[in-house]
């Protein structure tokens, strides 16, 4: 094979006489001599079949050109939620988290030179605390799903029990990858019933299935279907009773107006932080949010880096660091709580500085927004006769459903997207007792004008 | 003289005023303001909130808190950062621009597929392209990290021991692996074998060939490994693991070192991890988010998590296929870290094949180059030694250094700093003594490395004639030394603003 080296702006040295005067230094001629040891028959004998490399400017017209065949919130109207939102970013939190300090560093392997992302990682920690009203927050998880996964196992190996009592309409995603986690141990889950009529949790059912074998209960508030739980206090009762731990899952931009979930007796709290200064990226990156009280046995058991508040050795200046690394994987191996390593860190920053600019009022007005809005939008649907919205009645937030009677999801929401409207995510596959129903998310960036739209479209189309 | 920015930063909570605001929401109409109390009075007066302790501070107030402390923050963009098995190559900013665009970010993945067709097509390319690269037949994009592509690695080898009516329950992990790999194994339901290096650094054939028997469900193999060594007995190490009828995984952390030279497909490996932080250039955000794609032979393509990204030429059209009865589990939310893989995708069109290529050649001579200035240093030694060249990365044991002077590897790492340098790993690999594991990658400029040898051969130089200056290391940062032990010390733990101010419990 031909062997070219030729100038690249990635590789510093390539084509200069540097190059040469490395080689030279190591007293070898070509560079083949540095993969002598690389048996011959593994050496690849060709070029990569990718093709050549192009400049930046080719590459953003080819990228650009690839992309044009998404369409994005801007160039239609899209109520779809479930597990990621689409929600406005301010200008400021995208300049913070482009700041080339933080985009470029690694996690904080030495603390002295890296205070910036650990004061705000610490920052996150302390910020998502006060909105959970729990104490600790770890520096982030992949997302809900794998923070609810890593929460099921640190539940077992707190408790030595082994099951997961799950409510019936928790995200099936959500669900899917606890199970994934629990296997594993041996562990499995235990379906509690929720009510048709009103979503609640059915407390005899939920009594029923827990047991000395419950290693925690679940739950989710506001729900995956959007309406809200109000027996909260009742189902921390039934699971502290039979010694399990109290896991809730939460959306927090409903926080600045739903009672958070350590003021109701939660031992864990999971959830998806990506609202909070996050794009929905299709689908990632997100942010698990991870926290836990202030018990040091709990803390111990924790998956994930935990930045800590110390000072300098000489005790002059406050100084941040990670903290109990003896759980991690870097130091316990094959004892560590998680294998979790590279997470999401930067996403966490993102939320300490949407959490920092809005502030208390902003979260505030931001779940008020959201609660109005959800709230116009299933009046305006109710309204219009042939849809019943919300299927349960119960308080409901950014997120409810449609039920659509006898008109099958698929073909109304392709009737829906011909008028530029993505109209939600489809139900019938995940919940068939639900019937055809779909699952709307409205948030501050969805306009009147948009519900309206959206209400007056659907009416005609089932006209 | 290299000088951190040093800011008495106080937390954002101590910066809050009551009454200040740094970001409004638009009025909202009188049809939906008029909704809201109507919607306050249905949630029962128990589930609402009753006191929110958030703090409150101008717009301005957060930008310069925020930029302060980037400030206090070292990254690639602001000098050397040889961190070893982590890759710290240049993040092209081109690929932030390219992941930043309205179609990356505002595209929900639960669109109509329709919709969404220049997402799917740029994964379809993609995984072509993972594909060729790494000799695999098929990816999948959902881990969202090496760690967890790790755990799915794992769970696909039972899966295909459980196939074969078989419940293999040990795992074989080397001595020098990264302890993600035994901590992956162990959260499958593996146990983990360990087995030693020999004195080639190599996996020790012999004892590999004790190790592995019928229980054996594979072996976590990084290649070159730890130490920077290219496992030359890879092909017998196949042979005994796929002979013992167990897996060969491959842990993509360093396959930065054979892009386009050698592929972990043809070694024989079944199933691989790729870091796309660190191989493919994209950042690692001060912890993450990173991407772990999983590739797989063609006979265990049927366990890779749904959805994939398939094509369908009939309709010129690509779409997730969620038809995959044999599928390991649900791993995450959706399909992967999307925005990661734009910049992912994007790097390697501008690399092209001869660039990954000429990458994979800048690393290693640079990190034999700077090997070469290193290891005739005093105190230094380069344990498991064969005269063999390194690959992109190399481990130097301080163990002489720390026992003439009292400096210790770590010692040295903080008095790096001071030089505008960032330390290489230390205490990595656990079977070297006073570790220092340095990757330079091919973006350095050999100037760059001619001055990490000589801060090198500066702190040496101190640890003998003034060692007292190196314990007190770093003076030029931030902060200073910090105590860490307090940072974990139940007395002094403090991990939230909560616990500081000491909340009601």
Redesign the interface.
């Known amino acids: 094979m031909k062997h070219t080296v030729f100038s690249h702006p990635f590789i510093a040295n390539s084509a200069t006489a540097d190059w040469k005067s490395m080689l030279s230094g190591l007293r070898i001629k070509s560079i083949q001599d540095l993969y002598s040891d690389v048996p011959a028959k593994f050496l690849l004998r060709r070029k990569l079949n990718l093709g050549d490399p192009l400049s930046e400017l080719e590459t953003f017209n080819h990228v650009s050109r690839i992309l044009a065949n998404n369409r994005s919130y801007r160039e239609m109207s899209v109520f779809v939620g479930a597990g990621t939102w689409l929600h406005y970013i301010p200008a400021a939190v995208s300049e913070a988290i482009s700041r080339s300090e933080f985009v470029t560093s690694y996690t904080q392997y030495q603390p002295e030179a890296s205070q910036g992302m650990l004061m705000a990682l610490f920052e996150y920690q302390s910020l998502m605390a006060e909105l959970l009203e729990m104490d600790v927050v770890n520096a982030s998880m992949y997302d809900w799903a794998t923070a609810l996964g890593e929460a099921g196992r640190m539940s077992a190996r707190l408790t030595r029990r082994r099951e997961v009592v799950v409510p019936r309409f928790a995200s099936p995603e959500r669900r899917g990858t606890l199970q994934t986690y629990l296997d594993p141990i041996g562990g499995r889950m235990v379906e509690a019933a929720q009510s048709k009529e009103s979503g609640q949790i059915v407390l005899e059912s939920l009594k029923e299935h827990v047991s000395s074998d419950t290693a925690a209960v679940y739950l989710e508030n506001p729900s995956y279907l959007g309406f809200l739980e109000t027996q909260v206090t009742a189902v921390a009762e039934i699971s502290h009773d039979a010694g399990a731990l109290f896991i809730v899952g939460v959306d927090p931009t409903s926080l600045g107006i739903i009672k958070p979930p350590g003021d109701y007796g939660a031992d864990i709290v999971v959830g998806e932080g990506q609202p909070f200064g996050n794009p929905v990226n299709f689908g990632g990156p997100l942010l698990g949010i991870l926290a836990c009280r202030n018990d040091l046995k709990m803390i111990r058991a924790m998956p994930g880096r935990i930045i800590g508040m110390t000072t300098t050795v000489d005790e002059t200046q406050r100084a941040f660091v990670m903290s109990l690394q003896t759980r991690e994987q870097h130091i316990r191996r094959g004892e560590a709580t998680s294998n979790i390593c590279t997470n999401n860190a930067l996403c966490a920053l993102a939320s300490a500085v949407y959490l920092s600019l809005l502030g208390k009022n902003g979260v505030q007005e931001l779940s008020k927004h959201i609660l109005a809005k959800t709230k116009y939008a299933i009046e305006r649907f109710s309204a219009i006769g042939t849809v019943e919205a919300p299927l349960f009645k119960a308080p409901h937030f950014k997120e409810f459903t449609l039920g659509l009677k006898d008109r099958h999801a698929d073909d109304v929401l392709r009737e829906l997207l011909k008028h530029e409207i993505c109209g939600g995510k489809s139900l019938a596959p995940e919940f068939p007792e639900l019937g055809e129903s779909v699952l709307v998310c409205v948030t501050e960036l969805h306009s009147k004008q948009q519900i309206d739209n959206y209400v007056e479209t659907l009416d005609k189309i089932l006209g | 003289m290299y000088r951190?920015s040093r800011w008495n930063?106080p937390?954002?909570?101590e910066i809050?005023r009551e009454g200040?605001?740094?970001?409004?929401?638009?009025k909202?109409?009188k049809?939906?303001?008029a909704?809201?109390k109507?919607?306050?009075n249905?949630?029962?007066k128990?589930?609402?909130?009753?006191k929110?302790?958030?703090?409150?501070?101008s717009?301005l107030e957060?930008?310069r808190?925020?930029?302060?402390?980037?400030?206090?923050?070292?990254?690639?963009?602001?000098g050397t950062?040889p961190?070893g098995s982590?890759t710290?190559?240049?993040?092209?900013?081109?690929n932030?621009?390219?992941a930043?665009?309205?179609?990356?970010?505002?595209?929900?993945?639960?669109?109509?597929q329709?919709?969404?067709?220049?997402?799917l097509?740029?994964l379809y390319?993609l995984e072509k392209?993972l594909c060729?690269?790494t000799g695999m037949h098929k990816f999948s994009f959902i881990p969202?990290?090496?760690?967890?592509g790790?755990?799915l690695g794992c769970?696909m080898v039972?899966a295909h021991h459980e196939e074969q009516g078989e419940h293999r329950r040990k795992m074989i992990v080397p001595d020098s692996a990264?302890?993600?790999n035994?901590?992956?194994?162990?959260?499958?339901?593996f146990q983990?074998d360990v087995v030693k290096s020999d004195e080639t650094g190599c996996v020790d054939i012999e004892e590999l060939e004790t190790i592995a028997t019928e229980e054996t469900a594979g072996l976590m193999l990084t290649n070159p490994n730890t130490l920077g060594?290219?496992e030359?007995n890879?092909?017998e190490i196949v042979q005994i693991i796929h002979g013992a009828g167990g897996l060969l995984y491959y842990d993509g952390a360093n396959l930065n070192a054979?892009m386009?030279?050698?592929?972990p497909g043809?070694?024989g490996f079944d199933i691989v991890h790729l870091?796309v932080?660190k191989t493919f250039?994209t950042?690692?955000?001060?912890?993450?988010?990173?991407?772990?794609p999983v590739g797989v032979t063609k006979e265990l393509q049927k366990f890779l998590p749904a959805p994939t990204v398939e094509y369908q030429s009939a309709t010129h059209s690509y779409y997730l296929d969620y038809n995959r009865p044999k599928a390991?589990?649900?791993?995450?939310?959706?399909?992967?870290?999307?925005?990661?893989y734009?910049k992912t995708?994007?790097y390697?069109?501008?690399?092209?094949?001869?660039?990954?290529?000429?990458?994979a050649?800048?690393s290693?001579?640079?990190s034999?180059?700077l090997l070469?200035k290193l290891r005739t240093l005093r105190g230094v030694a380069v344990p498991f030694d064969s005269g063999?060249?390194h690959?992109h990365e190399f481990v130097l044991s301080l163990s002489q250094l720390a026992k003439e002077t009292g400096v210790r590897a770590l010692d040295t790492?903080?008095r790096f700093?001071d030089h505008g340098v960032?330390?290489p790993?230390?205490y990595?690999p656990l079977i070297i003594d006073e570790a220092l594991m340095v990757e330079p990658t091919?973006?350095?400029?050999?100037?760059?490395l001619d001055n990490f040898a000589e801060v090198m051969s500066k702190i040496i130089e101190e640890a003998y004639h003034e060692p007292k200056k190196v314990l007190g290391a770093?003076y030029n940062?931030?902060?200073?030394?910090?105590?860490?032990v307090?940072?974990?010390h139940?007395k002094?733990?403090?991990?939230?603003?909560?616990?500081?101010r000491g909340?009601p419990?």
């Not at chain 2, 390991?328 to 990661?340: C, D, E």
């Not at chain 2, 931030?478 to 860490?484: A, H, K, P, T, Y």
């Open positions: 951190q930063e937390l954002i909570f809050s200040a605001v740094g970001h409004v929401l638009p909202l109409e049809e939906i303001s909704q809201l109507e919607a306050t249905e949630i029962p128990h589930l609402l909130r009753a929110l302790n958030l703090p409150e501070a717009e957060v930008v808190h925020f930029t302060r402390l980037s400030q206090m923050n070292y990254g690639i963009s602001v950062y961190l982590c710290m190559k240049y993040n092209p900013v081109a932030e621009r390219f930043s665009l309205e179609k990356v970010q505002n595209v929900h993945p639960l669109q109509d329709r919709t969404v067709q220049g997402s097509e740029l390319r392209s060729e690269i969202a990290a090496g760690a967890q790790e755990f769970l039972k990264h302890g993600t035994p901590a992956s194994a162990e959260m499958a339901g983990v060594i290219f030359r890879i092909e054979i386009g030279k050698a592929r043809d070694m870091n932080h250039s950042p690692h955000g001060g912890g993450g988010p990173g991407a772990g390991v589990g649900k791993m995450k939310m959706f399909y992967g870290n999307f925005a990661v734009v995708y994007a390697i069109l501008m690399m092209g094949a001869e660039g990954l290529q000429l990458a050649e800048a290693v001579l640079g034999n180059y070469s063999e060249p690959k790492a903080k700093l960032h330390a790993i230390t990595f091919e973006s350095e400029p050999k100037r760059e770093p940062t931030s902060v200073g030394r910090i105590n860490e307090k940072a974990s139940p002094t733990l403090c991990l939230s603003w909560r616990m500081k909340a419990r």
